[in-house]
């Protein structure tokens, strides 16, 4: 089946750092989401995207849209201790049953 | 506003008991799946619902039920629970089967079995 590579898994960054994370994949796809999820939660849908190319703010958050369709990345900056948590890409084909997820990268920030 | 709401949170089932994961949305949301989180392996559809009286299998299926017989409502059974299914669940659900209807996670529930 299709696969997502997120990499590396954990990452660890000094607060006040910008960090990026990307997503790339063998497969074409039409939509891109990040989540984000907290210690004890579930994901939270942090930035949607629908059109390659597309560039979208979210606060401090951007995510890009790979031109190729085959990629995103998320850009977090100036991050702070409440960025902590395990992010995962996701990307999509027409249905939310045909969803692939990355498998998450966990993001640590240092006071 | 609720949104998913997943009970219980935590549950530790001896091997071969049954129980039921409960799931239940206040969006009107037509679309609701199951996922199993173990670490490495990222996020695993078990089942999904276009909606009511509809259900179909995802990627890892086998030892999981599902019926969907309200809107509302998205109840995973465990038939026979197994170790291999210690697992945090979550259910999540969309305003529609089709992208780009983003998902609603739960906040899970951790399953431990011995």
């Known amino acids: 089946g299709q696969q997502l590579n997120q990499s590396p898994q954990s990452m660890f960054i000094q607060e006040g750092e910008d960090v990026s994370m990307n997503c790339t994949s063998s497969s074409i796809f039409n939509t891109w989401l990040w989540y984000k999820q907290d210690p004890g939660e579930g994901p939270v849908l942090l930035i949607a995207l629908y059109k390659a190319g597309e560039l979208t703010s979210n606060g401090r958050l951007t995510a890009q849209f790979g031109i190729t369709r085959k990629d995103s990345f998320l850009n977090i900056s100036a991050s702070i201790p409440s960025d902590v948590g395990i992010y995962f890409c996701a990307g999509g084909t027409g249905a939310n049953s045909k969803l692939t997820f990355g498998k998450g990268i966990t993001l640590s920030v240092r006071p | 506003n609720a949104g998913v709401t997943q009970t219980p949170k935590f549950q530790v089932l001896k091997t071969g008991q049954s129980m039921t994961l409960q799931c239940a949305q206040d969006?009107?949301?037509?679309?609701m799946s199951w996922y199993r989180q173990d670490p490495g392996m990222g996020l695993r559809l078990i089942h999904y619902s276009v909606g009511a009286g509809i259900t179909d299998q995802g990627e890892v299926p086998n030892g999981y039920n599902v019926s969907r017989s309200t809107t509302e409502d998205f109840p995973l059974r465990l038939l026979s629970a197994a170790p291999s299914q210690t697992s945090v669940y979550f259910c999540?659900?969309?305003?529609?089967?089709?992208?780009?209807?983003?998902?609603?996670f739960g906040n899970g529930t951790r399953l431990t079995v011995t």
């Open positions: 999540a659900s969309s305003y529609s089967p089709v992208l780009p209807s983003p998902l609603h």
């Open positions: 969006m009107n949301h037509e679309y």
